[in-house]
């Protein structure tokens, strides 16, 4: 990405992640924008959306459908996809521009089939697209719009960790009609591992159970918008099980995650830490991880939400190098 975006631009990070703030919602707390933004950034994940231009495929409206369905309580009306589609162009910081078919006579599109009757499709600010190709910042402003339109002014933690749930028990759905229709041996559809949205929701639930620190080491470093050091580690992967059960992750930070997912640290059946013998460490400003052999993790105030000793023993298992 061209480094210009991010500091010689007024067009930056910092600029979007207000855009995503500020959005204009109906009566303050619609959400039919907020889902739209993260369903396109899901279609650019995926590789589905290509470029900057945005159009009103079958793939967008099922996405936002299945978005829909686990972050809204009301039923789909065909106005909920096409009026923040339609609207999003008056927002003040004028990321979202459409291009009108030239049947386009004037007013607002209610249904889906008078959007696409008006409009042949949507185009992102350059800016705003290349931010969305990185990794890094992409994940900044998914985090925004989670932390602003599905946490702020509520119940959070019960709140999130029932989206949570409700991805869970969606994603599971998705597999079983997949697998069932398709026949499949092997893996589901790649959609279903890829899905950056559901990873955000479940590592919005894990780390704040874990009060944002690392189980590991303690470590918490919290920037504006509760974004965290830390991150939501799934103990079995999530591309083997397809499981974003609380209980089935931990706070870790970059490091400590890193470390358990390559196998050089592991819980045994009392919490404690197991570190690798082999581990060669030069830490002259910080703890070393061989001495955190024996302690015990940092859990959640609540036990409910431990992690599941089922897969701390997969991980020890089929992971963790002694």
Not at 63 to 79: A, H, R
Not at 184 to 192: A, M, N, R, T
Not at 309 to 314: G, N
């Amino acid at each position: 990405m061209s480094q210009a975006s991010e500091s010689g631009s007024r067009h930056n990070l910092a600029y979007y992640c207000k855009a995503f703030s500020d959005l204009k919602v109906y009566q303050g707390k619609a959400l039919n924008k907020p889902i739209l933004l993260l369903s396109v950034i899901e279609l650019i994940t995926q590789g589905i959306i290509k470029d900057k231009y945005i159009p009103i495929s079958d793939e967008l409206i099922d996405t936002f459908k299945k978005y829909w369905s686990v972050l809204d309580s009301g039923n789909f009306k065909s106005s909920d996809f096409a009026l923040p589609f339609f609207h999003l162009k008056n927002e003040d910081c004028r990321f979202w521009k459409l291009e009108f078919s030239s049947n386009y006579e004037g007013g607002r599109p209610q249904s889906i089939p008078k959007l696409r009757h008006d409009v042949d499709r949507a185009c992102l600010d350059d800016e705003l697209f290349n931010l969305l190709e990185d990794e890094v910042y992409k994940q900044e402003l998914i985090d925004t719009l989670v932390a602003i339109w599905f946490s702020a002014n509520k119940k959070q933690l019960e709140d999130i960790l029932q989206v949570n749930q409700d991805f869970q028990e969606s994603t599971q759905q998705e597999v079983k009609i997949l697998r069932e229709s398709e026949n499949l041996d092997g893996e589901p559809k790649i959609y279903l591992k890829k899905s950056i949205v559901r990873n955000a929701f479940f590592r919005k639930a894990v780390v704040h159970i874990y009060n944002y620190r690392c189980a590991f080491c303690g470590l918490k470093v919290i920037k504006k918008l509760n974004q965290s050091i830390v991150d939501g580690a799934h103990i079995r992967p999530f591309s083997l099980f397809y499981d974003s059960q609380v209980d089935n992750g931990i706070s870790f930070c970059k490091n400590h995650h890193w470390a358990f997912d390559h196998g050089w640290f592991g819980i045994d059946k009392n919490y404690k830490i197991i570190v690798a013998g082999d581990l060669q460490e030069e830490s002259p400003h910080a703890k070393p991880m061989k001495d955190f052999h024996g302690e015990t993790l940092l859990l959640p105030n609540s036990e409910k939400y431990y992690p599941r000793m089922e897969a701390i023993q997969w991980h020890h298992q089929n992971v963790f190098r002694t």
